[in-house]
């Protein structure tokens, strides 16, 4: 049962906040937003996903079960 | 002509014209519409059926149909010219969309700045019975391009923002009030009522690989406007029916501003049905044919496109807002002749960077037009970034007469 | 317990508490403004600010609890729940009193903020802006220690790093600024 990074693009501003605690899934572009990596995050991240998830300021970063509707 | 004509058709010459809409059981029809392969007109070409089987499964009743016909794209047309000419038709779509899915609420969402598509809706929407008077109602959609979007017009619905919202959840699941809404185009409902009369047949055998839709041509032809054609007809076809093309025109941007540039001469035998479009990877999108002229330079085509683009951005994601204007600001540069050491690989760049990254599709659009344009222009991209244009400096199109 | 003891640790723990609120606000706006540096990364930030707010919590608590069960002092419990019911000072204590609701508040709704939702969270967090100078204000107020140069050095400093912050923060712009649609865009309505 994997679990997903999700950014929620409206909420997000860009603090990068997420990207100094998991920059193993997360980078900044070049005005400061997330780019997530694809795909479940790996079991030994999901703590500091959690952490990366509590301190987003806006709580923009969602940390979701994968199995969810994507079709968009 | 089906969907299009000089003025709007009454109900009694509606019915006279088309008969008495049929009493299908639901499941029927939308099996009726799944196996005629009828795709959504709005741009996105999302099956008709599946998606009012989505909408069914999740009413209790109370779901909502909202008939989009805000029409933001500026290249379209199609849409309020059905509605000014067929109202009627795309209202018995949306009330077979209505008694299909369980809605007890039909919405007509209706772009501000299309008059008489409006006057005509509100006029055939009086000419009805007080139960059909009673459960709809006509919404004026905000100008913008962005304002046509599912979510937004949700959002407008709800809450008078007509500005898209993250999702999940789809409107589908939750929209209009927190119920199930089908949000469908209008020109998608007109033809769903076509089916439901005469059948799946109809719309598979009737063109050459069968259906019909309608294009707005415009650009390099002699006659631009909004066409109907049969599925199976080709692009060369269609620029025929549009009284020919103005010139040689090299490049035809096929789909809108969410589609992709395609070359004229390639695909000249193109037949503009949704199937054979996708294999040859391109799309019909909304429906928008435009050539370009071919003293028109196909970076500068590309600049403004996108600098309209960014302008329409809802500004609500970091990613649209900057990214989008960068990469605006960099063709322009690149347009303009006066390019920034590496602008061209910057472009390049940030589209990488700029897919999926909205709560929307709109950047989505930009990235797959422009990326479309680097192909289909690319010589004419490299000269910019070299301070040289091929179309101005040394027309390598000669004008056939 | 010695009574000067008490009485020593209430005015210590007031003083530490006011420190660390300072420190708290001003990196509060530190966080807001983005700053960072290559060896000062923005989490830093975010987790003193967190951290302080915490440890200031503490430090209140012995600063309230010596100060109430403090014989010389004879406040009683009510004096510590109820503002302005103290008759010894009543205002100035009074405004402790109520910084300190408004410190619960933002916390709570900080630790519990999935629950509150960002827009509450928000609205509640604004609330610094009034905690820090009840703060500073019950501090000068029922102080017996103003007369100290030490005493007012501190004041002194609290007051200066808050108000540098405070005009730091105003002479930018909102970060989020980008979100108004911008007058002078061009209207570009159609295109060719």
Request: glycine share 10%.
């Amino acid at each position: 049962m994997g679990e997903i990074l999700e950014v929620d693009r409206i909420r997000c501003d860009g603090h990068g906040i997420c990207a100094e605690l998991l920059p193993e899934l997360i980078s900044l572009d070049d005005w400061g937003y997330p780019i997530v990596k694809k795909g479940p995050v790996p079991d030994h991240l999901v703590e500091l996903a959690r952490r990366a998830v509590d301190d987003c300021p806006v709580l923009a970063l969602q940390l979701s079960l994968q199995n969810r509707d994507r079709s968009r | 002509m089906e969907l299009i004509g000089p003025i709007a058709e009454s109900l009694a010459s509606h019915r006279q014209r088309l008969g008495p809409l049929l009493a299908l059981a639901s499941g029927e029809l939308i099996a009726e519409l799944e196996s005629s392969g009828l795709l959504g007109r709005g741009g996105a070409g999302f099956p008709v059926g599946r998606k009012w089987r989505t909408v069914a499964q999740r009413s209790s009743g109370h779901a909502v149909v909202l008939a989009n016909g805000a029409e933001g794209e500026p290249l379209s047309h199609k849409d309020r010219s059905l509605m000014a000419a067929r109202p009627h038709l795309v209202i018995d779509g949306a009330l077979l969309a209505a008694r299909t899915v369980g809605a007890d609420d039909i919405i007509f969402y209706i772009g501000m700045e299309h008059r008489a598509a409006d006057a005509a809706m509100r006029h055939a929407l009086a000419e009805r019975p007080a139960d059909v008077r009673g459960r709809a109602r006509i919404l004026t959609a905000p100008p913008g391009y962005v304002s046509g979007e599912e979510s937004a017009a949700v959002h407008f619905v709800n809450a008078g923002d007509a500005r898209p919202t993250t999702t999940p959840p789809r409107p589908f699941d939750r929209g209009v009030g927190g119920r199930p809404t089908l949000v469908q185009n209008v020109e998608s409902l007109a033809l769903a009522a076509l089916i439901a009369r005469r059948g799946r047949d109809w719309y598979v055998d009737r063109g050459r690989r069968g259906g019909v839709g309608l294009t707005t041509v415009s650009g390099a032809v002699n006659h631009p406007g909004v066409h109907e054609i049969a599925y199976g007809s080709t692009l060369g076809d269609l620029a025929a029916a549009a009284g020919g093309l103005r010139g040689d025109s090299q490049a035809v941007l096929l789909g809108g501003y969410f589609g992709g540039w395609a070359e004229v001469d390639a695909q000249w035998g193109l037949p503009m049905d949704p199937g054979s479009m996708r294999a040859r990877g391109l799309a019909i999108g909304c429906g928008v044919v435009h050539f370009l002229a071919p003293d028109s330079c196909g970076v500068e085509a590309t600049a403004r496109i996108v600098a309209y683009l960014a302008s329409q951005s809802a500004r609500q994601c970091g990613p649209c807002v900057f990214g989008l204007s960068a990469i605006a600001a960099a063709t322009q540069r690149l347009a303009t002749r006066s390019p920034h050491a590496g602008d061209l690989d910057r472009i390049v760049r940030w589209t990488g960077q700029l897919a999926g990254r909205g709560a929307c599709h709109h950047p989505d659009g930009a990235v797959v037009l422009l990326r479309s344009a680097m192909q289909q222009f690319a010589d004419d991209f490299t000269e910019h970034q070299r301070r040289r244009c091929l179309t101005v400096s040394s027309p390598r199109r000669v004008a056939v007469a | 317990m010695n009574d000067t003891l008490l009485w020593y640790a209430t005015r210590g723990a007031g003083v530490v508490s006011l420190v660390l609120l300072t420190g708290v606000v001003v990196l509060g706006i530190v966080s807001v403004m983005r700053w960072q540096t290559a060896s000062w990364p923005r989490f830093l930030t975010t987790g003193f600010h967190r951290n302080l707010a915490l440890t200031t919590l503490i430090f209140l608590a012995i600063h309230v609890v010596t100060a109430v069960v403090d014989p010389f002092t004879a406040l009683g419990w009510e004096a510590a729940v109820v503002p302005f019911s103290s008759p010894y000072r009543r205002f100035w204590l009074g405004l402790g009193v109520v910084g300190i609701y408004l410190l619960l508040a933002i916390v709570l709704t900080s630790l519990l903020r999935p629950l509150f939702g960002p827009r509450v969270w928000r609205m509640v967090h604004w609330l610094a802006y009034a905690m820090w100078p009840v703060a500073l204000i019950h501090s000068i107020g029922t102080g017996t220690d103003p007369r100290f140069g030490w005493m007012l050095a501190i004041e002194a400093v609290c007051v200066g790093s808050v108000a540098i912050a405070v005009a730091w923060r105003a002479s930018r712009s909102a970060p989020t600024a980008w979100r108004q649609v911008p007058a002078t865009a061009p209207q570009v309505k159609k295109w060719s």
